[in-house]
């Protein structure tokens, strides 16, 4: 199974709240925040990392070189400057193995590192499902995406606006098999341009996705996001 991880945004809101460092390097727990992720990601048994940064960053890439090494996880990196998550993910699809199950997320999703590596276990274990999704219903998101449920989890749709008995909102990480690489081009080619569109056409073209809950998933978008971040992992480290 392949990771992918989205780093190219330009994290205007933290630079309009005085956040000189590019988002992916401001520092939780002590770590970049992109350092820690790929941590997190190699401890789930992440092999192979694709990331895709922005040209506008030079120093993101460059700390992502000097993280090079001849042992796993191997980083392949894409440095593009994208008008969105879902033209960075068709970025990142150019150079992964369409034939193999993989991972996406982005630089700025904080979680337990315990809950994400149950998701990807419980995905690789689960030959029925055409995808996880990672939700929670801790709603901090200015625009979140809610995910609508049967009883078992099971995704029947991905809302703008909740339904009486939504439970969920979407956390931002996919798990998926290779098929929804093709239902990407799709999306491409009808000119959607959003990842809600994306996760949309998985449901609409019968891909079996199931919800699977995480206690909470910080956005961290903004310095009050960080703060709570790193709240919450001083918690993390000390249960």
């Not at 703060?227 to 919450?232: M, N, Q």
């Amino acid at each position: 199974m392949d990771f992918a991880i989205i780093a190219a945004g330009q994290g205007s809101r933290l630079k309009s709240e005085g956040q000189d460092l590019p988002k992916p390097l401001v520092r939780l727990g002590g770590r970049p925040m992109i350092g820690r992720l790929i941590d997190v990601l190699s401890l789930a048994g992440a092999r192979t990392i694709y990331i895709i940064v922005n040209e506008e960053m030079p120093e993101v890439a460059d700390y992502l070189r000097s993280r090079q090494t001849d042992s796993a996880p191997q980083l392949r990196l894409t440095v593009r400057s994208t008008a969105g998550s879902m033209e960075s993910f068709r970025e990142l699809a150019r150079s992964m193995d369409r034939t193999r199950p993989f991972c996406l997320l982005t630089v700025d999703s904080i979680f337990r590192p315990e809950e994400f590596r149950e998701f990807i276990a419980r995905f690789e274990a689960d030959p029925e499902a055409d995808g996880y999704m990672a939700v929670t219903s801790y709603v901090a998101d200015e625009k979140p995406l809610y995910v609508a449920t049967e009883p078992e989890n099971d995704i029947t749709g991905f809302l703008d606006h909740p339904l009486p008995d939504t439970r969920y909102i979407s956390g931002g990480i996919y798990a998926l098999r290779p098929e929804a690489f093709g239902l990407l081009d799709d999306c491409a080619a009808a000119g959607k341009t959003r990842m809600r569109d994306y996760q949309r056409s998985l449901v609409a073209a019968g891909m079996r996705l199931k919800a699977w809950p995480f206690s909470k998933i910080i956005d961290a978008d903004h310095s009050s996001d960080l703060r709570e971040a790193e709240i919450f992992l001083s918690k993390e480290n000390q249960s």
